[in-house]
C-alpha cells in the first residue's frame, strides 16, 4: 500500500526549492568546513564545565549543506508521522496518489524554505529509529547569518556550537530523555483527529506561517491536550537551558553579549521540530518560549544553584510542568517535596 506522503517528493522538492548558499569557493568551502568541525570540538569542555553535566564521548560533529539538512529531517518527518499510517487511517482516501503526492509537495515546499533559516540541529528524532543521533551545523547559513549580523564569524561559530553541544549533552547524559521526547511526539501525533495528508498539509503551513492556527483543536481529550503542554514546556527547557549556556560563554567566545543582541533580532528558530511544535502549535510565534525557557533556568539557578537545577534531569517526574516554566519557586518546591 502506498504511503501517505510521497517522501521522495517531499525531498526532491525540498532540494530543488532551497536558496542558494554564499557564494564561495571551493578552497573558501573547505576552510570553513574545518573551521566548524574545530569550533565544534572545542566547546565540548567548556560546555561540560558550564553544565556540569557528562556525556559519553559523541562522533564529531557534522557539516552539511541545506540538502542535508533536508534529507535528515524529510526521514524524521516520516517517522513521526508514520503511526498516522497505521491501521484505522490508511482508509478515507488519505493515502491516494495524488493526496500523497500533494503532502510530499507541501512539506517540500516547507522544508526547502526552513532549510535556508537553522544553523545547526541536534537530531533528537534521528531519521532512522536506530540511527545514530548527529549534531549538524549548517555550514551556508552560519557564514550567511554571521555576514549579516556583522559579528566576528569565530566568536560566533563558537557560539553556535555551545548551543547544539548543549543540546548533545542534555540527551547524552541522561539517555531516558531522547526515549522519553520520542514516546511525547509519538502519543501526540496519535492523539490528533487529523489524516496524515491533512497533518502534512498543516505541517507546511505551520513551518510557514508563524501565526497559522495550530493544532489543538485535533486533541480531543484533557489528556492529549495536557501531553501537548508538557512536551511544549520540555521544548522550553531544552532551548532555554542552552540559551542560558551561550550566554555564560564569555571565556571562551569573548564577544557573546554583542552576539546576543545581534542575535536576537534575526532569531528565525532552531531546528525542525523546534519550527514544527512551536509555530505549528500555534502557542510560540515569537519564540516567548526560548526566553521563557532561560529565565526558568536563570531563576531555578539563582534559587538553589546549579546542582539543584540539575535535577531537572533526574526523570520525568522532575521536567517543569507547564505552569511552571513561568513559575520557577514552584518547581523548586514541588522537586524538594520528592
Not at 102 to 116: D, P, V
Not at 154 to 181: I, K, N
Amino acid at each position: 500500500m502506498s504511503e501517505a506522503v510521497d517522501w521522495g517528493l517531499a525531498l526532491a522538492t525540498g532540494v530543488r526549492t532551497a536558496s542558494s548558499g554564499p557564494e564561495m569557493s571551493m578552497t573558501e568551502a573547505a576552510a570553513e568546513v574545518a573551521a566548524l568541525r574545530e569550533a565544534a570540538a572545542a566547546v565540548v569542555e567548556p560546555v561540560a564545565g558550564i553544565t556540569a553535566l557528562s556525556a559519553p564521548e559523541a562522533p564529531p560533529a557534522v557539516v552539511v549543506d541545506r540538502a542535508e539538512w533536508i534529507r535528515s529531517n524529510a526521514g524524521a518527518l516520516r517517522t513521526v508521522l508514520t503511526p498516522l499510517t497505521d491501521g484505522e487511517r490508511q482508509v478515507g482516501g488519505f493515502a491516494q496518489p495524488v493526496s500523497s503526492r500533494l503532502a510530499g509537495l507541501q512539506l517540500g515546499l516547507a522544508l526547502g524554505w526552513l532549510s535556508g533559516k537553522v544553523l545547526g540541529q541536534y537530531e533528537a528524532l534521528p531519521a532512522e529509529s536506530d540511527g545514530p543521533q548527529r549534531l549538524l551545523l549548517v555550514a551556508p547559513n552560519i557564514v550567511q547569518a554571521a555576514t549579516v549580523m556583522g559579528v566576528d564569524e569565530h566568536d560566533f561559530r563558537l557560539w553556535v556550537c555551545m548551543h547544539e553541544e548543549t543540546h548533545r549533552v542534555q540527551f547524552g547524559a541522561h539517555p531516558w530523555l531522547s526515549e522519553y521526547f520520542a514516546g511525547e511526539v509519538a502519543a501526540l501525533v496519535r492523539g490528533l483527529d487529523v489524516g496524515p495528508a491533512e497533518l502534512a498539509a498543516r505541517l507546511a503551513s505551520g513551518i510557514r506561517n508563524a501565526d497559522s492556527g495550530g493544532v489543538a483543536g485535533w486533541l480531543q481529550s484533557p489528556q492529549m491536550r495536557s501531553r501537548m503542554s508538557g512536551l511544549m514546556a520540555l521544548m522550553s527547557l531544552l532551548e532555554g537551558h542552552a540559551d542560558w549556556v551561550m550566554d555564560q560563554s564569555e571565556e571562551v567566545v569573548p564577544s557573546a553579549a554583542r552576539l546576543r543582541v545581534a542575535f536576537e533580532q534575526r532569531r528565525r528558530g532552531g531546528g525542525l521540530f523546534d519550527a514544527v511544535l512551536r509555530r505549528l502549535l500555534g502557542l510560540d510565534a515569537k519564540l516567548a518560549q526560548y526566553r521563557e525557557g532561560a529565565a526558568f533556568t536563570r531563576a531555578v539557578i539563582d534559587q538553589v544553584g546549579l546542582s539543584g537545577f540539575n535535577k531537572v534531569w533526574s526523570g520525568p517526574a522532575t521536567l517543569p510542568l507547564a505552569g511552571e516554566i513561568n513559575d520557577s519557586t514552584a518547581w523548586v518546591a514541588r522537586v524538594r517535596s520528592m
